[in-house]
T-cell receptor
Framework: DQQVKQNSPSLSVQEGRISILNCDYT??????FLWYKKYPAEGPTFLIS?????DKNEDGRFTVFLNKSAKHLSLHIVPSQPGDSAVYFC??????????????FGQGTILTVHP | DTEVTQTPKHLVMGMTNKKSLKCEQH?????MYWYKQKAKKPPELMFV???????INESVPSRFSPECPNSSLLNLHLHALQPEDSALYLC?????????????FGDGTRLSIL
């Protein structure tokens, strides 16, 4: 049972435009959500996170939105740059219950930003 | 540059060999993790150490044996592995387990079992 889902395996965007990556979750105990970027031959790099007490968190070109009622979050990158081309993973954890202390990852979305 | 250092970067071993993967962090983090990642799949949690004690074992086969000698080091001892154990093994650390703070990953060890 996939508790964190990224339904788009890939996304292609023109340089300078907005990239929107989506993520859905099913476990209502999740209360902390993260986005990681991964280049080939490297480990995942932490990008941005959001706690369930917020609905938006912004860091430079990256903004994460959380819709708890829909169990949905999204990552907006604006403006997109060719160096943003990578695999993006959504992840979630819980501060109690069986998911305490664990990160559950989505399947990833391959973002390609064209010059 | 990653602040979590993993060695070796690549490892090829036979099914009867014994080898170890090493992970080191100097961020003062008290939680450390091992993940396994197969091609085109997300990382899957294997073990969690909190204050040098094993707190989570995700039903990992005993041919994988973790060890946390001190707060900066995490080892994964390998013995009698199977070809399906070939994968990228990632180490991560965070200030504490269960807190709303991100885990930071190393670049992994690419393991191939012959």
């Amino acid at each position: 049972d996939q508790q964190v889902k990224q339904n788009s395996p890939s996304l292609s965007v023109q340089e300078g435009r907005i990239s929107i990556l989506n993520c859905d979750y099913t476990n209502s105990m999740f209360d902390y959500f993260l986005w990681y970027k991964k280049y080939p031959a490297e480990g995942p790099t932490f990008l941005i996170s959001i706690s369930s007490i917020k609905d938006k968190n912004e860091d430079g070109r990256f903004t994460v939105f959380l819709n708890k009622s829909a169990k949905h979050l999204s990552l907006h990158i604006v403006p997109s740059q060719p160096g943003d081309s990578a695999v993006y993973f959504c992840a979630a954890s819980a501060s109690s219950g069986t998911s305490y202390g664990k990160l559950t990852f989505g399947q990833g979305t391959i973002l390609t930003v064209h010059p | 540059d990653t602040e979590v250092t993993q060695t070796p970067k690549h490892l090829v071993m036979g099914m009867t060999n014994k080898k170890s993967l090493k992970c080191e962090q100097h961020m003062g983090h008290r939680a450390m993790y091992w993940y396994k990642q197969k091609a085109k799949k997300p990382p899957e949690l294997m073990f969690v150490y909190s204050y040098e004690k094993l707190s989570i074992n995700e039903s990992v086969p005993s041919r994988f044996s973790p060890e946390c000698p001190n707060s900066s080091l995490l080892n994964l001892h390998l013995h009698a592995l199977q070809p399906e154990d070939s994968a990228l093994y990632l180490c991560a650390s965070s200030p504490l387990t269960g807190s709303n703070q991100p885990q930071h990953f190393g670049d992994g060890t690419r393991l191939s079992i012959l």
